[in-house]
């Protein structure tokens, strides 16, 4: 038999590049890239996929736990006994203690989200949690409560671009063309990042503020533009609430105060400003990991958002444009939001996400009879501005909430890739998922979430499934490349047929992914069973490119309908909680323990040939970086008396690890780097407070953690 050449996408990330799968006797011989998008290439971990698919850990069967919890005795069962044991306890829990008893997780990634989520709705609670808590959405709360909606940088028609943590090299694979391209074309290009970078290299200017000061950088560029008369007092006067309040709060962040606050030398400084306002044209792109990633991150991400305000860069050409809405692509998006409200119940206390206030516009007259009410979303109590804004539970308080019961008990956990890798002093959520009652995990590999499990389930990869991708204006319904590796299954069909096993009260899902596919599309103007046959990318038919400005024409989904500030949304949460509608600035690294622990634990950062834990003991990634290490800037290490590649502790006031010194210039003097996702005892989330979060959005502040490093003289 020859070789064939299946089509199909990397879903290592949420870019799912198309890939070529050559296939010989049913078997996977290589993966190579197969799209024009990504201009022919995949990014280090697209290559190495055939190694990701094929892991020796992957988990085969369904297995029941027979021994103690954790104690790595299981009995391989059938699917059919997996889902009416899973079924009956789930049911007996929501019939004894309401549904909200059980809540719903799922990590990375995330194409079968709107799926789970109306699995969860059917089931009759809110509480539906995903890693998000701590990936993405703190940035996109900015911008929503901001702009009401997303952002992106239409580069190619800016005088300017403002990379804020921006490294597109690690990040996005292809992405780092537009800015060589631009960047040829004589635009201008300011990167912001402590790190150096290669995305750094192609900069006029390099900012490299102290981890956590982003906010207070972007206000000293407020005030400059403000001063010296470089803001758009037509567009201010037109579509900006809360301007006279953001002026008199950004007054204070003078030159001097901002050299001291972020590290950067005033000239530098000065040199920043003066490009920003000689460029009346510029976006910027806000990381969703980095920025956020700090107890003050969601206010720094609106601070820097606020300079597309004062500007009027928002909604225009050059400038950072709406996504999602009325963007012509988002149809498909619109009828996924819809096809999870459908089932969506309500929330006894007005802090279900139906409750905000740009949602209730989006859907006049919602509150439909027959609904049936729920608690509070697990971290409500403590993270309310992320509960009224994020359409999720705030997974952060998870934990907390299964070990101290309150505001009530969550007895069972049903998890799609539970890891642990992301919470922080993780020992906690360990402790707390070894207490459960019931304790569902489905998953491609092992994961140490999974050995506590009392039922494990078998996921399998994208080359293995179908899938309905959206992308841009274009949608493709991708079959599987092979059979679906021992008996391992699409996480959609385990959702479909678990309500099915269930009898949930949802004749859709119960019918499987391909009737809700075609449940989905049936507005769209391509027929599903076209989309099947041509297995290309096919683009949504009638709709115009979006034009600059007519977001703003017919009004924002804020509550003023105007850039907001002042966020209204934020001034609506109780005073108790402190939160302050204008986009304020405050220290996001503790002052406590200066002395003690002199550097700056910057955890989460990027390495190109690993994602998450995802390509842990995968060869091609091992082969670079082989033992967990921490970087370090060269004359930190002297001062330190430790040399390139000693072993060395990183000593937190929550815990030490030992790791391998990776001297680097790369480094910002008296930060110390750590990618987050090694294994075991180079865990580092398990040495940061667990309650080091950003009380806006409930994210862990990983990259500003006070440390101290010591050569490890037990070597
Ligand atoms: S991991 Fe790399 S190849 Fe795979 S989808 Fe993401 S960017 Fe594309």
Sequence with gaps: ??????????????????????????????????????????????????????????????????????????????????????????????????????????????????????????????????????????????????????????????????????????????????????RERGGRVIIVDPKYTPAAKLADIHLRPDPGTDGALAHFFGNYLIQHGKTDEEYIAAYVHG???????????????????????????????????????????????????????????????????????????????????????????????????????????????????AWHKKNPGFRAEGRKTCKPKIGSGRFPLWSRVVDEFQSMDLARQILEGTPYPIRAVFALGMNRRMFLENEKLMEALGKLEFFVDVDVFWTDAAKLADIVLPACTSVERAELVCSGPTVRYVSPAIKPLYQSKSDVDILCELADAMELADPLLRRGYEAIVRHVMMKIGITFDDLRSSGAAMKIP?????????????????????????????????????????????????????????????????????????????????????????????????TLGIRQGDAILVTTPTGTMRVHAELTKAAKRGTVFMFQSYADEADVNRIIDGNHLDPYSGFPGYRTVRCKVEGDRAV
């Excluded at 940035?139 to 997303?150: I, P, T, W």
């Excluded at 008199?248 to 001291?260: D, I, P, S």
């Excluded at 990027?606 to 390509?615: E, L, M, N, P």
């Excluded at 082989?626 to 002297?638: F, I, M, R, T």
Aim: with cysteine.
């Design 1 to 182: 038999m020859g070789i064939e050449i299946r089509k199909s996408i990397c879903r290592v990330c949420s870019r799912g590049c198309p890939i070529d799968v050559e296939i010989k006797n049913e078997e996977i011989r290589q993966i190579t890239p197969s799209n024009p998008q990504n201009g022919g290439q995949l990014c280090a971990l697209g290559y190495a996929y055939k190694e990701y698919v094929t892991r020796p850990d992957r988990i085969r069967t369904p297995l029941r736990r027979v021994g103690e919890r954790g104690s790595g005795q299981w009995e391989s069962i059938t699917w059919e006994e997996a889902y009416r044991e899973i079924g009956d306890k789930l049911l007996k829990l929501r019939a004894e203690y309401g549904a909200d008893t059980v809540a719903f997780y799922t990590g990375y990634t995330k194409w079968y989200r709107p799926v789970y989520q109306r699995f969860v709705h059917s089931f009759g609670t809110l509480n539906y949690g995903t890693e998000s808590s701590a990936c993405h959405q703190s940035y996109r709360m900015a911008s929503e409560l901001n702009f009401g909606v997303l952002t992106t940088p239409d580069i190619p028609n800016s005088d300017l671009f403002i990379g804020w943590a921006y490294n597109p090299f690690y990040s996005g694979n292809s992405q780092g063309n537009p800015l060589e391209e631009f």
């Design 243 to 357: 301007f006279p309040e953001y002026k008199r709060y950004v007054r204070k962040f003078t030159l001097e105060k901002t050299a001291q606050i972020t590290g950067i030398p005033e000239a530098t400084l000065l040199a920043a400003a003066e490009l920003i306002a000689d460029s009346p044209v510029f976006s910027i792109s806000i990381s969703g990991a980095a920025i956020p990633h700090h107890t003050n991150g969601m206010q720094n991400c609106r601070a820097i958002q606020a300079l597309l305000a004062i500007t009027g860069n928002f909604d225009r050409e050059g400038g950072n444009l709406p996504v999602e809405y009325p963007v012509d692509s988002l149809n498909l998006k619109v009828e996924w939001d819809k096809f999870v409200d459908e089932t969506r119940p309500l929330s006894e206390d007005g802090s279900g996400y139906q409750n905000s206030v």
């Design 542 to 638: 009638g709709k115009e490119p979006y034009r600059p400005g007519k977001s703003l024409l017919l009004g924002l989904r804020t509550p003023t309908g105007k850039i907001e500030l002042y966020s209204e949304t934020i001034a609506d949460i109780p005073e108790e909680y402190g939160l302050n509608p204008l986009p304020t600035y405050r220290d996001s690294l503790p002052r406590k323990g200066k002395n003690e622990y002199p550097l700056t634990l910057v955890a989460g950062s990027r390495i190109s040939t690993r994602f998450h834990s995802r390509f842990n003991g995968v060869r091609a990634s091992d082969y670079f970086r082989a033992v967990p290490s921490a970087e370090l800037h060269p004359l930190d290490a002297q």
